[in-house]
């Protein structure tokens, strides 16, 4: 697991765009009427991309470099040409880097699939008239359907105790680099680098904290 340290304003920052972009009641007050038009215009355009897809990529993409950062080691050079206009890549892998982030070069190539992968839904989907902070609520509601899990018992078990922090660590990584990456479409990378750094700070030291206190729980219940 990555060792971080405290980046305080890096972190200030992150817990800001979270509660902005990614509060919980938040994504539950999105107009009925906005959802009964998303729906309208998806059944009556022949979308290129559906948001169902794109969300599954999204999780994707992001899951693959939780699961072995190595599979990033290079990203197509065309796709950083591209995607330039928006964040300075050399600018992030230093910010990255500078936060103690391992494997920074790696998460860069990651979120730069990420926003790849926003770009080409804002480009080809038709969402209809509402506003980008519309079309990110619609965006994290899909990401929290495609999570949802329920549960038929109570388990207290440290497997279990673990799992479910760490799915809420990655629901917040998910949820948070989504954010930038819609907001970045839109603003051509106004705090883009900031944004990332800071939802990396939270999201991988939300991972080290519960992989600590699983260890903890184990060495507890013997």
Not at 53 to 67: E, G, P, Q, R, S
Not at 197 to 208: E, H, Q, T
Request: proline letters at 2%.
């Amino acid at each position: 697991m990555k060792q971080l340290r405290k980046p305080y304003v890096s972190i200030c920052l992150a817990v800001l765009m979270l509660f902005v972009s990614c509060q919980p009641q938040q994504i539950a007050d999105v107009d009925i009427n906005e959802q009964t038009q998303l729906t309208t215009v998806g059944k009556n355009f022949e979308q290129s991309v559906t948001l169902e897809n794109f969300v599954a990529n999204h999780i994707n993409i992001i899951d693959n470099y939780l699961t072995n950062p190595n599979e990033y080691t290079e990203t197509s050079i065309s796709l950083v040409t591209e995607l330039d206009q928006y964040v300075n890549y050399d600018s992030l892998v230093t910010e990255l880097s500078n936060n103690n982030i391992n494997n920074s070069e790696e998460f860069a190539n990651m979120y730069f699939l990420v926003q790849n992968n926003i770009n080409n839904l804002l480009n080809n989907y038709n969402f209809g008239k509402i506003t980008p902070e519309e079309i990110e609520n619609i965006i994290l509601n899909e990401i929290d359907k495609q999570l949802k899990q329920t549960d038929q018992a109570e388990h207290n078990t440290c497997g279990y105790i673990y799992n479910r922090a760490v799915a809420r660590c990655e629901r917040r990584l998910y949820a948070s680099l989504a954010a930038v990456a819609v907001s970045t479409f839109w603003t051509f990378g106004v705090g883009t680098v900031i944004g990332v750094v800071a939802a990396g700070v939270i999201g991988l030291d939300c991972l080290n904290d519960a992989n600590n206190d699983f260890r903890e729980c184990l060495a507890n219940s013997h």
